[in-house]
Nanobody, 127 residues
């Protein structure tokens, strides 16, 4: 059974940094999976933030986070990270990680592409 556990959210001031973690079980990082990070701000829809293909490390980012966020993986720990720097108040949202049984692909930011979801972790950025 595929399970995802997101953690690392918190309260930070604008300009600060946080690192989110997504611990995965039920598959290995040698398998053909991608892990995506999504976020949902109050009153808004779910937005794709970033994706990493586990087999080859290919990465994708939303324009709103390019140059500020970095997605990475630790194969030994079956964990994907999202390093978030230069945080802005508009980054405030519940952040989720999700697994897709293929590479990220051109539709990586579509939530319907993902089969398994972790619980969210709240990121709050104060101005």
């Amino acid at each position: 059974e595929v399970q995802l556990q997101a953690s690392g959210g918190g309260l930070v001031r604008a300009g600060g940094s946080l690192r989110l973690s997504c611990a995965a079980s039920g598959f290995t990082f040698d398998d053909d999976y991608a892990i995506g990070w999504f976020r949902q701000a109050p009153g808004k829809g779910r937005e794709g933030v970033s994706c990493i293909t586990l087999m080859d490390g290919d990465t994708h980012y939303a324009d709103s986070v390019k140059g500020r966020f970095t997605i990475s993986k630790d194969n030994a720990k079956n964990t994907v990270y999202l390093q978030m720097n230069s945080l802005k108040p508009e980054d405030t949202a519940v952040h989720y990680c999700a697994a897709h049984r293929a590479d990220c692909g051109r539709n990586w930011s579509w939530e319907y592409e993902y089969d398994n979801w972790g619980q969210g972790t709240l990121v709050t950025v104060s101005s």
